[in-house]
């Protein structure tokens, strides 16, 4: 019976685990967002003062076109995150699942237990 407890133990584990790598793919994101919002900011700033917003005009801003590289790359890494956190909240599903199904058999042994030991006092008694 011990080992349904350890089960429930892992089970649980494994759901705090899937949840903290969904927390931190949140974060990851969010922080990728402020980078690029920054960086568009940047990019607009230096086209103002240049005057230049034609990013295939000869004298467009070297760093508004570095900024804008970054900006894009921020961007796809942005999407590759969303991919891997859509499947980190299915693979928390599944874990939620699997902890349901190993408390509910905990459960049912311990009733099963109670059950037994009851049986056996009012035989004693």
Same mark, same amino acid.
């Given at each position: +019976? *011990?080992?349904?407890?350890?089960?429930? /133990?892992? *089970? !649980? %584990? $494994?759901?705090? =685990?899937?949840? /903290? !790598?969904?927390?931190?793919?949140?974060? +990851?994101?969010?922080? %990728?967002?402020? +980078?690029?919002?920054?960086?568009?900011? $940047?990019?607009?700033?230096?086209? @103002? @003062?240049?005057?230049?917003?034609?990013?295939?005009? %000869?004298?467009?801003?070297? %760093?508004?076109?570095?900024?804008?590289?970054?900006?894009?790359?921020? /961007?796809?890494? !942005?999407?590759?995150?969303?991919?891997? /956190?859509? &499947?980190?909240?299915?693979?928390?599903?599944?874990?939620?699942? =699997?902890?349901?199904?190993? =408390?509910?058999? =905990?459960?049912?042994?311990? *009733? &099963?237990?109670?059950?037994?030991?009851?049986?056996?006092?009012?035989?004693?008694?």
């Amino acid at each position: +019976m *011990k080992s349904r407890e350890n089960l429930v /133990r892992l *089970k !649980q %584990f $494994q759901v705090n =685990e899937k949840r /903290r !790598q969904l927390l931190q793919l949140d974060m +990851m994101i969010a922080e %990728f967002e402020r +980078m690029a919002v920054e960086l568009e900011l $940047q990019i607009t700033a230096e086209e @103002k @003062k240049a005057g230049i917003t034609d990013i295939n005009h %000869f004298a467009y801003p070297t %760093f508004a076109k570095a900024a804008r590289l970054r900006r894009d790359n921020l /961007r796809n890494s !942005q999407s590759d995150l969303a991919q891997q /956190r859509s &499947i980190a909240e299915s693979l928390l599903g599944e874990a939620e699942a =699997e902890l349901s199904k190993a =408390e509910m058999l =905990e459960s049912r042994d311990t *009733k &099963i237990r109670e059950a037994e030991t009851g049986t056996r006092s009012a035989m004693i008694g």
